[in-house]
């Protein structure tokens, strides 16, 4: 057995650096924890630029402190010296210019320190190469991503953005928060996997189906959180004329910028230049349509994309989606429904406030957001892939000669409400019309894609509706009036024309939808040679079960498919996926490029 001898050396190296590195306080405690992992592991010589590469994502941290140092010093100092509103200057990319004189030189001794403490790392590191090890031990990678089984990281990394990228006079920047995976990474030519962040705050890479292919192709993953979405706002104020860079095209423009600046800074990172991995993008949803529009408007930057329940056709009236509700809940559940439906409108003609207390929604003034708020908690338990969640209590109350409302009621409060997790404010108009980006945006910000792109109005179909026909388009309009203003209405006819719906005319793109999905209407179901279109049909199969597994939510981890009705109707599809994306990879790698 090769027994390792403890080195003096390393010791006294170590003794010198904390004496150095005093003045960095916490900041040196992440470095110590360094240096053993690498005095107990040793060193591969021609692995250097692997280890400092690895070191570098260690100390991401250090530069997040900055940029959120730099934040609050911005906020302060310009709100203190009254230059401008908070608002027009908190774009951190323009920040310190207009910051006072003492403010910039505070932020440069930051720099400057940060500069300093990777010089001292860099140079330790090639000390400890040498003088730690007693021979050559397997390389591993050395960075630890914190992360829980339903996340595969939640370290936030951050770069500067352009606000407009359509305008040629404005070059302001706003911090975009970003997310990095490379545990399974090969480098330094291994694939890299764009995972988009749809509509709402995104707080790390989730632990879906992606780690497995992620591990299978020795792939690292990067996701980018949405413009405007969670924390990364170009504005304080979410007011109306604020949301005019909220758009799918910003967006897009967005990861293009974002992957060309990931690809510029991994070459850096290994002492390269002129060189492209391959990518591939992925997204679910209105993501998924993000990620075949990727594909299509930016075909030289990836060499495809999975556009999991893709929503790619914008429509106005979206009727197809209670009728698909009607089919996927079957007749007596179905039925069961439409009385639950009409003896709440009955009930809310003679008191309206006793049945939406009943529910938890008092708040909901408006009785047709209280609709809304029914109908949605019915549909979740289809697009998620619980519907017997749904169906089970309420067809048994029905044959028991309970009030059905009653057993309604507590569906939406301990499933909807509770274990899935949806506000009751969600449905406030009120709520809808709050410009502070403070707390949870998401729901003002995707009402305002909502009356500007896509539409979707989920109105009540005009016969076999389970949804109130105050669920109308009248309703959506006025909504997007009275929360936006005057003026504002989804141009879905121009969406649709930018992008070409159902008939996108991309390439290197797989289509996956659910067959228990509503939303599968709004996607591409035609297959042809070069844009594959796959239906995984089951009992419990919704919105991203590729991904996803079953059910879709709460999450699975690795997307597991156990609890699928059918797991080998998920298997087949995911093997489909595997084998396009090998070859598309491949085509991509024969060529020596990033796309094909």
């Known amino acids: 057995m090769n027994t390792r001898q403890p080195n003096t050396s390393f010791f006294v190296l170590l003794t010198i650096i904390l004496r150095l590195s005093s003045k960095y306080d916490h900041k040196i405690a992440t470095f110590v924890l360094y240096l053993v992992d690498v005095q107990a592991e040793g060193c591969v010589s021609d692995k250097h630029e692997i280890r400092l590469l690895e070191m570098e994502k260690r100390h991401s941290k250090i ?3 900055y940029w959120a140092y730099l934040d609050h010093l911005c906020r302060k100092g310009t709100n203190s010296r009254g230059r401008g509103s908070a608002e027009d200057v908190w ?7 207009k910051a006072p004189r003492k403010l910039r030189l505070v932020l440069n001794r930051t720099i400057r320190e940060l500069r300093d403490m990777r010089l001292v790392l860099i140079l330790t590191t090639f000390s400890l190469l040498c003088l730690a090890s007693n021979g050559a031990i397997t390389s591993r990678l050395l960075q630890r991503n914190s992360h829980s089984s339903n996340f595969l990281t939640t370290d936030e990394l951050w770069f500067n953005q352009t606000v407009d990228h359509f305008s040629p006079l404005d070059h302001s920047k706003f911090p975009q928060r970003y997310y990095e995976f490379t545990d399974y990474f090969r480098l330094p030519d291994g694939p890299i996997f764009l995972k988009i962040c749809g509509e709402a705050s995104c707080d790390g890479i989730p632990n879906d189906y992606i780690s497995v292919l992620a591990k299978k192709f020795g792939a690292a993953v990067v996701s980018l959180e949405h413009r405007y979405y969670g924390k990364s ?8 004329e604020n949301l005019k860079y909220l758009s799918s095209k910003q967006a897009l423009f967005d990861l293009a910028v974002f992957r060309q600046y990931y690809q510029e800074s991994l070459n850096v990172k290994v002492n390269r230049s002129n060189v492209e991995n391959p990518w591939f993008v992925f997204g679910v949803s209105y993501a998924g349509a993000l990620s075949a529009w990727f594909r299509l408007k930016f075909p030289h930057l990836t060499c495809g994309s999975l556009a999991s329940s893709a929503v790619v056709l914008a429509i106005y009236n979206f009727t197809e989606f209670d009728r698909q509700i009607g089919e996927s809940a079957g007749a007596e559940c179905k039925a069961v429904l439409q009385e639950v439906n009409g003896l709440v409108e009955q009930r809310l003609a003679v008191d309206g406030n006793a049945v939406k207390s009943l529910f938890g929604a008092a708040s909901l003034k408006i009785d047709a957001d209280f609709l809304y708020l029914l109908a ?3 549909v979740t338990a289809f697009q998620y892939g619980n519907p017997d969640m749904l169906c089970s209590p309420l067809v048994q109350a029905k044959k028991d000669g309970e009030d059905l409302v009653n057993a309604y009621a507590t569906y939406v409060k301990e499933y909807y409400l509770g274990t899935f997790g949806v ?10 019309k709050r410009t502070n980006s403070a707390g949870d945006t998401s729901d003002r910000l995707w009402w305002f894609q909502v009356c500007t792109e896509v539409a979707f109005f989920q109105v009540a179909p005009s016969d076999d509706s389970m949804r109130s026909s105050e669920i109308n388009t009248k309703y959506h309009l006025d909504l997007c009036k009275n929360v936006f203003g005057n003026g504002i209405y989804p141009d879905v006819d121009a969406t649709n024309i930018y992008y070409g719906g159902t008939k996108i005319a991309g390439s290197k793109i797989i289509f996956t939808n659910g067959s ?9 179901l035609t297959s042809t040679p070069d844009m594959p279109s796959f239906l995984i049909s089951c009992h419990n199969c919704g919105h991203g079960t590729d991904l996803r ?3 879709q939510s709460p999450l699975s981890p690795e997307g597991d498919a156990k609890n699928c009705s059918s797991p080998d109707a998920v298997h087949k599809v995911r093997q489909q996926i595997i084998e396009h994306i090998d070859l598309w990879l491949s085509q991509c790698q024969a060529t020596g490029r990033s796309y094909m």
């Open 63 to 65: 530069k997040k402190s």
């Open 91 to 97: 774009r951190l990319g323009n920040c310190e210019d």
């Open 233 to 240: 706002s170009p504005f304080r104020s979410l007011r109306t």
């Open 376 to 378: 949605d908690a019915a």
């Open 423 to 432: 506000s009751i404010e969600t449905y406030n108009q009120q709520h809808l």
């Open 516 to 524: 228990q999905d509503p939303w599968r209407h709004a996607s591409k």
């Open 549 to 551: 597994g079953c059910p």
